[in-house]
């Protein structure tokens, strides 16, 4: 079955500086993959998508990179800031608007 | 314009109970997802519905639990003889096909005691 890895221990970085966070994937790759944002107490936020023949996706302060070969999508937030602390959280589309596969999610912390 | 709302924020239940809990999905939007959410772990799919199709139900863990969705609108998840390790936060989430952009609602936590 699908196995989506993201880094399991939380990532810690000061204000301003670059967060990356790893999904990492195993067998095929899926038609989308998208990023969503979860607030402790709330349900994920759309952050972005992007699709199997694409290699990279801006928005604002964040980029997504998909890497098929690699099996692997990197999420940047540029500029970071305190209010970016959240658990952030990888997912597989394989039918185009069909259910999503989650990662477990990373937890990001911005320090002042 | 209104969210996704889910009904009730809370559930407290005893072991054996049936639970139902509700999703209120955004107008317009054609899916309708359900997935839970164990302490500290990722989101699980549980049942998937697209207009008239028949529901994906290929995640739902055992015949215990089962879903509908009336009128295409409101959709009910309902969990019969509940047990300690239904416990979890039950979310839904409505999407318009086009877009592939899932809208979550802030979820049910179940507690089954």
């Known amino acids: 079955s699908q196995k989506i890895e993201q880094n399991s221990e939380a990532l810690n970085i000061q204000e301003g500086k670059t967060a990356t966070l790893t999904c990492n994937y195993t067998?095929?790759?899926?038609?989308?993959l998208q990023w969503y944002r979860q607030d402790p107490g709330r349900g994920p936020v759309f952050l972005l998508l992007i699709r199997e023949n694409e290699k990279e996706k801006r928005k604002e302060r964040l980029k997504v990179t998909f890497d098929t070969t690699l099996k692997q999508s990197l999420f940047h937030i540029t500029a970071s800031q305190p209010a970016d602390s959240a658990t952030y959280l990888c997912?597989?589309?394989?039918?185009?608007?069909?259910?999503?596969?989650f990662g477990q999610g990373t937890e990001l912390s911005v320090k002042p | 314009g209104a969210g996704v709302s889910q009904s009730p924020s809370n559930k407290v239940t005893e072991k054996g109970k049936d639970v139902e809990l509700r999703c209120d999905p955004i107008s317009g939007h054609t899916a309708l997802y359900w997935y839970r959410q164990s302490l500290g772990q990722g989101l699980e799919f549980l049942i998937y519905f697209q207009g008239n199709s028949a529901p994906d139900k290929s995640g739902l863990p055992s015949d215990r639990f089962s879903a509908e969705r009336t009128g295409g609108s409101v959709s009910t998840l309902t969990i019969q003889r509940t047990q300690q390790e239904d416990s979890a936060v039950y979310l839904c989430?409505?999407?318009?096909?086009?877009?592939?952009?899932?809208?979550f609602g802030p979820g049910t936590r179940l507690t089954v005691l």
């Open positions: 067998n095929y790759s899926p038609a989308y």
């Open positions: 989430a409505s999407m318009r096909q086009e877009y592939n952009e899932q809208f």
């Open positions: 997912a597989l589309d394989y039918n185009q608007g069909g259910k999503l596969i």
